[in-house]
Nanobody, 127 residues
Framework: QVVLVESGGGSVRAGGSLTLTCKSSGWTRDYYCMAWWRQAPGKEREAVAAHDSEGAKYSINAVKGRFTTSVDKIEHRFTLEMRDLRPEDTSLYFC?????????????????????WGQGTQVTVVA
């Protein structure tokens, strides 16, 4: 059973930076697609960025140029570096994963694909 644990959330002023980390364990194969999702109060959960074990990366337009993902293959740690944060980035951020070698641009935003989810970490951006 894959377990995902997020950390790094907090409160920051607009224009600031935060780094979220997702520590994973329990993988039975050395390939995966990992993604960050977020959900603001009263809104649907949305995919933010994904990164697979082949090195492919995807992100939504709202965060391009501001959010960067990375994967530590040895530690199975997935990181989301966020800079130039805006109040609209305020959300509960979730780490999600699937045992698959590719995320695919056309599929990384499909919530049903993801088998494993973390509990979430809150990011609050104050204007």
């Amino acid at each position: 059973q894959v377990v995902l644990v997020e950390s790094g959330g907090g409160s920051v002023r607009a224009g600031g930076s935060l780094t979220l980390t997702c520590k994973s364990s329990g993988w039975t194969r050395d390939y995966y697609c990992m993604a960050w999702w977020r959900q603001a109060p009263g809104k649907e959960r949305e995919a933010v960025a994904a990164h697979d074990s082949e090195g492919a990366k995807y992100s939504i337009n709202a965060v391009k140029g501001r959010f960067t993902t990375s994967v530590d293959k040895i530690e199975h740690r997935f990181t989301l570096e966020m800079r130039d944060l805006r109040p609209e980035d305020t959300s509960l951020y979730f780490c999600a994963a699937i045992q698959a070698s590719h995320c695919y641009a056309s599929e990384f935003q499909e919530r049903v694909r993801y088998e494993y989810w973390g509990q979430g970490t809150q990011v609050t951006v104050v204007a």
